[in-house]
T-cell receptor
Framework: AQRVTQPEKLLSVFKGAPVELKCNYSYSGSPELFWYVQYSRQRLQLLLR??SRESIKGFTADLNKGETSFHLKKPFAQEEDSAMYYC????????????FGTGTRLKVLA | EPEVTQTPSHQVTQMGQEVILRCVPISNHLYFYWYRQILGQKVEFLVS????????KSEIFDDQFSVERPDGSNFTLKIRSTKLEDSAMYFC????????????FGSGTRLTVV
């Protein structure tokens, strides 16, 4: 069965420190993985998708099929990065659907 | 950048009452979706809608739920007789062609059942 796991509910780091938000997935086919960010009371926003290999707002994520991971990283955290981050897996069963992890709240401390 | 718009942002309703959550998908999108996020839990797929009919639904989407596209712009989720456990954030999403390219979520409606 498809599953996305984010082991940390809360991650607190100091401004300027590196950030790594962990995500592991379980999927039998070729996964398409995404990171979404949700700032306070706002919409889910696409942060990045693994197939585009973009770096958005300084965040990167590499798909590691051997470890079935898609960890989100940023070398230097900023206060405005504080938000809820969701790892998601998209798969096609009929139409495309998303499976989300439970999310990690990132708090960047001054 | 085009957006998916949801109204209201917060709805409070009494248990047993009917509630309708409204969404305006991106105008040229053809596929529409509802997701639910119970507080502290993950976002879960409820239903997908295409060509004026449900294309898929999850086990959460029971007979209490229905969706409709009453006109060319709105996409609604109706809960007939709300229960306390229906309290959640409900996200609408749309995509152009059913792929995950351009799949866009709205800002959500927080439903509180009292």
């Amino acid at each position: 069965a498809q599953r996305v796991t984010q082991p940390e509910k809360l991650l607190s780091v100091f401004k300027g420190a590196p950030v790594e938000l962990k995500c592991n997935y379980s999927y039998s086919g070729s996964p398409e993985l995404f990171w979404y960010v949700q700032y306070s009371r706002q919409r889910l926003q696409l942060l990045l998708r693994h197939i585009s290999r973009e770096s958005i707002k300084g965040f990167t994520a590499d798909l590691n099929k051997g470890e079935t991971s898609f960890h989100l990283k940023k070398p230097f955290a900023q206060e405005e990065d504080s938000a809820m981050y969701y790892c998601a897996l998209s798969y096609r069963a009929g139409t495309y659907k998303y499976i989300f992890g439970t999310g990690t709240r990132l708090k960047v401390l001054a | 950048e085009p957006e998916v718009t949801q109204t209201p942002s917060h709805q409070v309703t009494q248990m047993g009452q009917e509630v309708i959550l409204r969404c305006v998908p991106i105008s040229n999108h053809l596929y529409f979706y509802w997701y639910r996020q119970i507080l502290g839990q993950k976002v879960e797929f409820l239903v997908s809608f295409y060509n004026n009919e449900i294309s898929e639904k999850s086990e959460i989407f029971d007979d209490q739920f229905s969706v409709e596209r009453p006109d060319g712009s709105n996409f609604t989720l109706k809960i007939r007789s709300t229960k306390l456990e229906d309290s959640a954030m409900y996200f609408c999403a749309s995509s152009l062609d059913g792929s995950n390219y351009g799949y866009t979520f709205g800002s959500g409606t927080r439903l509180t059942v009292v």
